[in-house]
C-alpha cells in the first residue's frame, strides 16, 4: 500500500507525551502513526530531521472581521504562525447573532481563509431561538458579553443571559463568556471622565480586578443553576480560574480560555505602553502573571487562544493623548505559537501541555475532537513542526496581518514554527505562506 505523504524522523507530541514516530497520510487523513521502518511507501516525503511535530493548533478565539484586518488576511496571518484552525469570535463589527448573519459569515470565510475554520455565534438581546438555529447549522460556541460590547452589540442584562444558558443547556452547546462586571466599569467611567483622566493607568482603573473576579463567578454560579457548560474567556486573574476549579469539583462544566497576553504582560506594560497594551480586560499584577502560567501548566486552566483584534495603527494612536480614546484589542496570530514555545524554553510550559492546552482541549470542548486536535489515525493530517532551539526577534515589520505591528516588537524568543500541514498538504514552510486563499474548509461542530 502507498499513501499520499509520509512524515519520518519526527518527535510527535501529544499531551499523554513525546514519541520517535511517523505519520502516514492519505486523503487529507492520518492512516497510521508508526516507527519510521514500519512506516508505508509515501508518494511524498518529509523528513522532520528530529524536530518536534505537534498537533496542528488551534485558536478558539479571532477576530478576522476587523478592519484593515479582513478573514483573508488574518487566516493568512493565522497559517503564517503555524495555526491550522481558526475559530472566528463574533466581535462589534459582525455580530453573528442569526443565522442569516451565520451564513454569510461562513461563505465569507470559505471563500477567503488559508485555514480551516469554525464561527462561534453572537448572543445579542432580542433574538430568541436563533443560537439553536445557529448550533443546528453547526456552530461551536456562543459568545455573550455581561459588561456592554458598544452599540452594535444590543446588550444583554442577567436575566436574558440566563434564560440563553438554559438554550444552550438544552442541546448541550457551550457559552463563551466576556465577563466583567457592567456597573463597576460604567460608575469608574463616569468618575474618570469626570476627573478629566486621560493618563494610561487610567485603562487599569476603569476595569479593576474586582470587576472581573465578581462577573466570573457570578456567571459560573449562573452556569451552575442552568446546568449549561460554559467558558469564561481570555481570563486574566486567577481566582476566577480557581473558582472554575471549585465548581467543576461540584459537577458545574466551567472551563477557563486565558491568552499569551496574560503570561507575557502586567498592569505596568500598559502603564508604560498605551493603547498599544490596551485589551479587556487587562493584565495584572506580576504574581498574577506566574500564578496564571502555574495553572495552565498544572491543569487548572483548560485552554489558550489569541483574542487577536487587529486595531489597525492610526486607531490605536488615537489613544496616546486620551487613552480612552484607543479601541481594545491587540493582534496576536502570529506571536502565538513563538510565546509559547519560549514558555518551553523559559521552564514554566512543557510541550506535551502546550498541545493539550492549544490542540486537544479546544478542539474536544468545542466539538471537533478527533477531527482537529490530535495525531492518531482517522484525524485530518494537520501538524505542525517546531525548532525549539531557533532564536527569533519578532518585529513589526515581520508582521504580515493587515494591522502590520505587534505588541511584542523587539522582544527576543527561543523555539520558532518550521512548517505546517492541513489535510496532507504544506501550508506554511519557513515563514512562507504556501496554502490558497479559500483552501481553508468550514469544520461544523461534530458533537455536543
Ligand atoms: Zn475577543
Sequence with gaps: MSVDLVVMNAKLVSPRGIIEAGVAVKDGKITAIARDIHLPDGDRKIDARGQYVLPGLLDGHVHTFLPPESPSTGTRAAAKGGLTTMFEMPGTQFGCFNIGDFKLKKETMERSAYVDFCIHAGCASGYPGELTNMWNAGATGAKFFVSSAGSKWPQTFDGEIIERFKEIS??????????????????????????????????????????????????????????????????????????????????????????????????????????????????????????????????????????????????????????????????????????????????????????????????????????????QPGADADMVFVDINKEVTLTNDDQITACSWTPYDGMKVKGWMTLSIIRGEVVMEDDQVLSREGSGKFVPRLYA
Design 170 to 375: 438544552s442541546f448541550g452547546g457551550i457559552a463563551l463568556i466576556h465577563a466583567e462586571n457592567d456597573s463597576i466599569l460604567r460608575d469608574n467611567l463616569k468618575r474618570l471622565r469626570l476627573e478629566g483622566r486621560k493618563d494610561y493607568a487610567a485603562h487599569i482603573e476603569w476595569r479593576p480586578k474586582i470587576s472581573e473576579v465578581e462577573a466570573g463567578k457570578r456567571m459560573i454560579d449562573y452556569l451552575e443553576a442552568t446546568s449549561c457548560r460554559g467558558m469564561i474567556v481570555h481570563t486574566g486573574a486567577p481566582e476566577t480560574a480557581w473558582y472554575a476549579a471549585e465548581a467543576r469539583m461540584k459537577g458545574v462544566k466551567a472551563y477557563i480560555e486565558t491568552c499569551p497576553q496574560y503570561l507575557y504582560l502586567t498592569e505596568d506594560d500598559v502603564k508604560r505602553n498605551g493603547p498599544w497594551n490596551k485589551f479587556a480586560p487587562p493584565p495584572r499584577s506580576k504574581s498574577d502573571l506566574v500564578e496564571i502560567r502555574q495553572m495552565l501548566q498544572d491543569g487548572w486552566i483548560q485552554t489558550i487562544a489569541t483574542d487577536h483584534a487587529p486595531y489597525g495603527i492610526e486607531r490605536k494612536e488615537a489613544g496616546l493623548e486620551d487613552i480612552f480614546e484607543a479601541p481594545n484589542g491587540m493582534p496576536g496570530l502570529e506571536t502565538f505559537l513563538p510565546l509559547l514555545l519560549n514558555g518551553v524554553n523559559e521552564g514554566w510550559l512543557t510541550l506535551p501541555r502546550l498541545a493539550a492546552i492549544s490542540a486537544e482541549n479546544p478542539a474536544k470542548l468545542y466539538g471537533i475532537l478527533p477531527k482537529k486536535g490530535i495525531l
